[in-house]
Nanobody
Framework: VQLQASGGGLVQSGGSLRLSCAAS????????IGWFRQAPGKEREGVSC????????YYVDSVKGRFTISRDNAENTVYLQMNSLKPDDTAVYYC??????????????????WGKGTLVTVSS
């Protein structure tokens, strides 16, 4: 079982990146998948989540209208499209699952399995 986040990099303010969370060893379409981030010196925070049961999505207020989470079940991958990036979006981004169908308890403590992170750096 593995979750592998990728797609991070260095981008200028206002730019875009698409993060990928590739699952292996299980079918990610059966479970809610969430994206979290942790900036230097800050606590890890939930960014976005997509449920499996009804496809509902959740976004933290700071990224609403800029980030879009989606699934490609054929690729067993969840994506996070990030547009209009800001320096405050700089962080290591992680994907995780709570082994449930919905985005219940969408907090770092509520997640049961984590992938390794990918670094996003937004320059001003």
């Amino acid at each position: 079982v593995q979750l592998q986040a990728s797609g991070g990099g260095l981008v200028q303010s206002g730019g875009s990146l698409r993060l990928s969370c590739a699952a292996s060893g299980f079918s990610s379409d059966y479970y809610a998948i969430g994206w979290f981030r942790q900036a230097p010196g800050k606590e890890r925070e939930g960014v976005s989540c997509i449920s499996s049961s009804d496809g509902r999505t959740y976004y933290v207020d700071s990224v609403k209208g800029r980030f879009t989470i989606s699934r490609d079940n054929a690729e067993n991958t969840v994506y996070l499209q990030m547009n209009s990036l800001k320096p405050d979006d700089t962080a290591v981004y992680y994907c995780a699952t709570n082994w449930a169908t919905g985005c219940d308890n969408f907090t770092p403590g509520g997640m049961k399995y984590w992938g390794k992170g990918t670094l996003v750096t937004v320059s001003s």
